[in-house]
């Protein structure tokens, strides 16, 4: 049974993350017509826990307002699931007052570390694909989610640098930690591709690599391409993200910490870009020579990201998804109309999946990299 029936987790259907800038068009001005980009194309929204730990004041008051019309989820930031320090215990009891207020049939937080030694970074930076750290991650998300007593989803992050110590991928990775901790999953499609195109590979393998069933709901969001600092692209155009020492510096952590791993963990410009398009027309990496792609949340979804989504609901059938727009938010309506976008989307895949969800898998051969796209 998947883990939606196993808990009874609803389809809350297409949502956005619940921004300042739009507080007023949200919550003072629920008139909007009807079949326009309005609020009609919004059936529910994420607030970031991290906002709504305190004890009052302005923030919950407008949380109650919009928890009395629309169901609410909490994402969280700062759980710090792949770290070593002790979870905060004061935290937790903020987050469990916080998932009660809002009664959230679940609550998410990411697949990362955000501080040691006592040290917050305010960044979700990458584990290493080990055995042994997911191991560590599925405990802690067991502790969290006896401390929070709803169901756990854990989200794939974007990333820009791997680890020496790496031993799988990222999506096997993933799954053997929400098997372990018998969570689900909060897919982000958008990371998926940037990942994908950042350390060169398809994109499709990782939709294809994880368990449909655990997924509970789904990110979407726009990224930017970024240059490469310090190593302008050669005349060729080659290597744009050069090796590993190019990178770090030579620098590995004594400790242990993230660096890259070591022989051409980004490959090279070709590795890449690719070209752009699978032969079989499927969406892949398409960077452009002397830049990485970047998690902005800055810019509608990219084409390529919603072919994603329109395979991965063809795996997981229609769950609730959401658009993430964080930098440059643009005026109510253009998230809003992204929202429509994505419930136009998501009943296109579900109906063109009805039987034919399993039916084209990858076979071995043609897995690409996008290298291989050439
Ligand atoms: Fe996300």
């Known amino acids: 049974m998947s883990f939606r029936k196993r808990h009874g987790v609803p389809d809350l259907g297409i949502g956005i993350g619940f921004r300042a800038p739009h507080r007023a068009a949200i919550l003072e001005s629920p008139e909007l017509p009807e079949n326009t980009a309005g609020l009609a ?56 007052r916080l998932v009660d207020r809002l009664d959230a049939p679940w609550f998410s937080d990411h697949l990362c570390f955000t501080a040691a030694h006592g040290v917050e970074v305010h960044d979700l930076l990458p ?15 067991r502790a969290v989610c006896d401390a929070i007593g709803r169901p756990f989803l854990l989200e794939n992050p974007s990333s820009y640098v791997s680890w020496r110590a790496d031993a ?16 689900g999953l909060l897919f982000d499609v958008n990371n998926v591709f940037v990942a994908a195109t950042n350390h060169g590979f398809d994109p499709r393998r990782y939709i294809d690599g994880i368990d449909p069933e655990r997924v509970v709901q ?12 310090g190593r302008p692209k050669d005349a060729a155009g080659a290597r744009p993200f050069a ?33 752009g398009v699978a032969r079989d027309g499927g969406p892949t990496s398409t960077g452009t020579p002397g830049f990485f792609l970047f998690d902005t949340h800055s810019r ?23 658009i993430e727009w964080d930098e440059e938010i643009p005026a109510f309506p253009v998230v809003a109309a992204e929202a429509a976008k994505a419930r136009a989307a998501r009943q296109e895949a579900t109906l063109s999946s009805v039987g034919t969800a399993t039916k084209e898998p990858l076979s071995a051969n043609s897995v690409q990299t996008p290298g291989e796209l050439v």
Do not use: Q
């Not at 090796?243 to 980004?266: C, E, I, K």
């Open 300 to 322: 509608p979804v990219a084409d390529a990201v919603w072919s994603l989504y329109r395979r991965t609901i063809a795996r997981t059938g229609p769950v609730t998804t959401l």
């Open 168 to 183: 799988m991928p990222e999506w096997e990775f993933l799954s053997r930690i929400a098997e372990r901790a018998d969570c």
């Open 41 to 96: 194309a919004i059936d529910w929204f994420e607030v970031i826990s991290e906002n709504y730990l305190g004890d009052g004041g302005r923030p919950l008051a407008t949380l109650d307002r919009l928890s009395t019309n629309y169901p609410v989820i909490p994402h969280g930031v700062s759980l710090n699931l792949g770290g070593t320090d002790r979870l905060n215990v004061d935290h937790l009891r903020r987050l469990r």
């Open 218 to 229: 789904i990110h979407l969001a726009g990224h930017s391409e970024r240059p490469m600092r």
């Open 243 to 275: 090796t590993a020492s190019d990178l770090t510096g030579g620098g590995v952590a004594r400790d242990g910490g993230p660096t890259s791993t070591g022989a051409r963990p980004f490959a090279t410009a070709s590795d890449l870009t690719g070209g």
């Open 127 to 141: 584990l290493p694909c080990t055995e042994k750290v997911a191991d560590w991650v599925a405990d802690r998300i």
